[in-house]
């Protein structure tokens, strides 16, 4: 079987020659390589020396990270503005919306040490704030590019299965783009009328989105991008503010014949059990260990035998201090799943991270095709 046949008998329920295997190393490719990496653009074409550098390290492709497959436009009285600068000696971008109602800007500042964009400045701290996002992504159309997606997808071609992602939901839009963990936790409490608001406004304009996404793509699984963590979102939060937009974005996903996987990269306990409620396919980038706080078993308890857990590798086991026979026991563990379920795939818990060891990614590979 090819690895993109392994992965699409998993999410049909079937049973595949042996467990399918992809990684997502963007992240550690922009770093090792030094490449340019600027959250201002995507990628209409594909990635193709990133692609070509999975297939080198064996490892099948299916996250494509900033890659266009749609168009986003706004209403003649929205402007919505990317741009990058120097600011106190580093590049800063900074996102805008102005509209009728205000403006509200965020900045993210590049850090080289971890080769990423940490959060400068939040976009939202008030109702007026507020008013001013759900007014600005209340009012979006959005445009399919499936030649795009097509171009990628047809590049990748049987060594991995291209996701379809669908970004955030208005929750996740809040707690990590504009207004942070800590005030969108006050506003639910000091402003909760505004806030539900703004997530309704902009959940509604998301399931457009969806349905777009759904009905003009030919892409067998789609992805909900949410970094989602339950301690972000525990139980009683999540079906306050995310559980009704998860579940109907979900079922017009299900209703055109497609899969849904819902990205958790962060505390699974309880996380799994609220994502495989709302009718979730898969979760993607379980992460067990320091990061997820489950070991591999746990996750099955919670999941079931149906839910497809994709991922398996604890963040720190990567490196280079950490022994590579304790990587290696990780990985076992993670295949042994698949004497309880078909419905495993090994993965990396969210990206292979910058600095991981180039050994471990290969050994990785290895181990599955003799374990897996």
Not at 73 to 101: H, Q
Not at 121 to 127: A, I
Request: hydrophobic share 40%; with cysteine.
């Amino acid at each position: 079987m090819t690895e993109r046949e392994r992965i699409l008998s998993v999410y049909y329920g079937e049973m595949p020659d042996r467990t399918p295997f992809m990684l997502d190393l963007s992240h550690y490719y922009y770093h090792r390589f030094q490449k340019d990496w600027d959250l201002c653009y995507g990628y209409h074409e594909p990635e193709r020396d990133l692609i070509d550098f999975n297939r080198k390290m064996g490892a099948g492709f299916y996250m494509p990270n900033q890659a266009v497959f749609s168009r986003t436009d706004y209403d003649n009285d929205i402007l919505s503005a990317a741009e990058k600068k120097i600011e106190d000696g580093s590049p800063v971008i900074t996102w805008r919306f102005e509209t009728p109602v205000g403006t509200i800007e965020r900045k993210r500042v590049w850090m080289p040490g971890s080769y990423s964009w940490a959060i400068k400045k939040w976009g939202v701290e008030d109702e007026k704030d507020l008013e001013v996002l759900k007014y600005a992504m209340g009012h979006r159309r959005f445009a399919a590019l499936p030649e795009n997606y097509n171009a990628w997808a047809g590049y990748v071609g049987d060594d991995g299965l291209l996701y379809l992602p669908a970004g955030y939901s208005a929750m996740e839009y809040l707690l990590h783009y504009w207004m942070g963990v800590e005030n969108t936790i006050y506003a639910a409490a000091d402003m909760e009328e505004e806030l539900e608001d703004c997530v309704r406004a902009i959940n509604e304009n998301n399931l457009e989105m969806i349905d777009m996404l759904a009905s003009r793509f030919d892409a067998p699984v789609i992805v909900m991008g949410d970094n989602f963590s339950s301690e972000m979102q525990p139980p009683s939060f999540f079906a306050r503010w995310s559980k009704d937009y998860y579940t109907r974005a979900i079922e017009i996903i299900h209703s055109y014949g497609k899969k849904a996987a819902v990205h958790i990269d962060g505390k699974l306990r309880y996380a799994i059990q609220m994502i495989k409620e709302t009718g979730a396919d898969a979760i993607d980038a379980v992460t067990p260990g320091s990061v997820g706080g489950y070991t591999p078993s746990e996750c099955r308890k919670e999941a079931g035998k149906e839910l497809i857990l994709s991922g398996g590798i604890p963040n720190e086991l990567w490196y280079d201090y950490s022994p590579m026979e304790k990587f290696e026991a990780a990985v076992k563990d993670w295949l042994s799943l698949k004497e309880e379920s078909t419905a495993l795939i090994a993965a990396a818990g969210d990206q292979v991270p910058p600095g991981a060891e180039e050994a471990k990614i290969l050994r990785m590979g290895e181990l599955v095709r003799e374990f897996g």
